[in-house]
Structures are given as C-alpha cells and as structure tokens.
C-alpha cells in the first residue's frame, strides 16, 4: 500500500484510477483505510469472488490470497495483469504505467 499511496498522484495524471480488493470484511477494511488515510477507493471481497474473477489465486497454506495487480481500461478490458507468490512479486509503478499506456495491451481480454 505505501507504493501506492506514494506513487498515487502519477496515475491520476494519466487518467487512470487505482482500486483496492481486499480480503478483509466491510468494518475491517474501512478502519485500516482510515488510520492510513489512504486516497483510493477499496473493495472488500472476504469471499473472495473478485478475486476469482479476476484469476487471483487463494492459498490456504499462505493464509490469503496471493498479490495481483490488474490494469483494467476504461472499456472494461483487461490491459496487464501480474500474479505473484509475494509481495515482491508486484511490479513497480513504472511497469504499470506503461502498460496504462501501451497500444499493444489493448488486445487484452473483457473484465
């Protein structure tokens, strides 16, 4: 979440929007939200149907759900997406910048 937040303002700028699943219920999510006063919105997905969706993975052993960033256009069409083991797994906001731009990503798939 801090590269987010960091890093927010830079997909504003592009037109682009960042949203958060997270496993966590309703109440649980909002209050972390608010003590890190974090600028972009959240959707709380405990049953993980988004996230199913969306072919991120759930592992039990883990204990949650494994890291994915999705870049998804304005036409509801997937652009890029990064599935990872761990949180260094997720790909920098540079590599999803330039996906947010790239014409080639385009041809992705419907959300």
């Known amino acids: 979440m801090a590269q ?4 927010y303002e830079q997909f504003r700028k592009v037109g682009a929007e960042v949203v958060v699943i997270a496993p966590d219920g309703p109440r649980s999510v909002r ?3 608010e003590r890190q006063q974090l600028p972009f919105p959240v959707i709380s997905d405990p049953e993980h149907r988004l996230a199913a ?3 991120q993975e759930v592992k ?3 204990l949650g759900r494994m890291p994915a960033v999705i870049v998804i256009d304005a036409e509801g069409v997937i652009r890029a997406a990064w599935y990872g083991e761990s949180m260094r797994d997720i790909p ?3 590599a999803v ?3 947010l731009q790239s014409p080639r990503a385009a041809e992705g798939t419907s959300a």
């Open 4 to 7: 987010l937040r960091r890093d």
């Open 31 to 33: 209050s972390y939200w």
């Open 53 to 55: 969706r969306f072919g």
């Open 60 to 62: 039990l052993m883990k």
């Open 92 to 94: 920098d906001t540079a």
């Open 97 to 99: 910048l330039a996906a």
